[in-house]
């Protein structure tokens, strides 16, 4: 494997794919704001007690601020599904290849990778070196297959949670409501998951490899980043021709 360290940028990203990332990120910050100014119970709630009385005196009541959170919602998964549907075999198939963790194999290598990612920031484990990573290393690829999987979750579950009382009567069949409730505690449950990854996405993009930050702005990611981070990629971009 090459040692010198090429100069110069590579276009990773393309705009289409740049837009639908920040589309992605702005609406999972509205949608969180007011999810947690739905719950305001004294049993349940999720954020201080003033966050959920400001964001429903805002909106002029309870049942507007969750109108408005399903309206997002819909639009959210809607603009997303769509995007997946128009661009499945230019973006999401080779995005799924790269990311999807699948098998048990494939999760420990993850896993070790991500291990001594971590303790390597703690100033841990200096003796052993992160093994070579693809376009996506362990830990990405571990967060990604998550939040896929829990943001699937979190859309169903979402639209179960808005249609189910205008379309079902409870009365009739208590099934209904057993569904409500699971479809609530695996919503709210996915959420807090994705956002506990997403700290650390946020963490690693901006304080440790602001590169890949810069990646999701201009869609450039330099070359000697890529072959120190990412070798086995940059080898593959070799072997294409790219570099």
Known sequence: M???????????????????????????????LTGFGIISGDFVRLVPAFWPTFMQNLLGGNV??????????????????????????????????????????????????????????????????????????????????????????????GLYLFLAPKLLTFSTLALYGELFRWAL???????????LGLVAHIYFAVVEEPESLETMKSGNAEIAFIQHHNPLWYESLKKEGKV
């Not at 090429?6 to 509205?30: C, E, M, S, Y």
């Not at 194999?105 to 920031?121: E, G, P, R, V, Y």
């Not at 919503?187 to 994705?194: D, I, K, Q, R």
């Open 2 to 32: 090459s040692t010198t360290k090429p100069q110069g940028t590579i276009k990773v990203r393309t705009r289409d794919v740049i837009f639908i990332h920040w589309f992605n990120a702005f609406f999972w910050l509205v949608l969180v």
């Open 64 to 157: 507007n601020l969750a109108l408005l959170h399903a309206i997002g919602g819909i639009a959210w998964a809607g603009v997303i599904g769509v995007y997946a549907v128009l661009n499945f075999k230019r973006v999401v198939l080779p995005f799924l290849k790269n990311v999807l963790v699948l098998t048990p194999k494939a999760a420990i290598a993850d896993l070790i990778s991500m291990t001594i990612t971590l303790a390597h920031l703690f100033g841990l484990l200096k003796n052993l070196k992160v093994p070579p990573q693809g376009r996506y290393n362990g830990a990405q690829r571990l967060l990604g297959t998550m939040i896929i999987a829990s943001s699937l979750a979190i859309a169903s579950t």
């Open 185 to 195: 505690v695996i919503h709210v449950s996915a959420v807090l998951l994705v956002l």
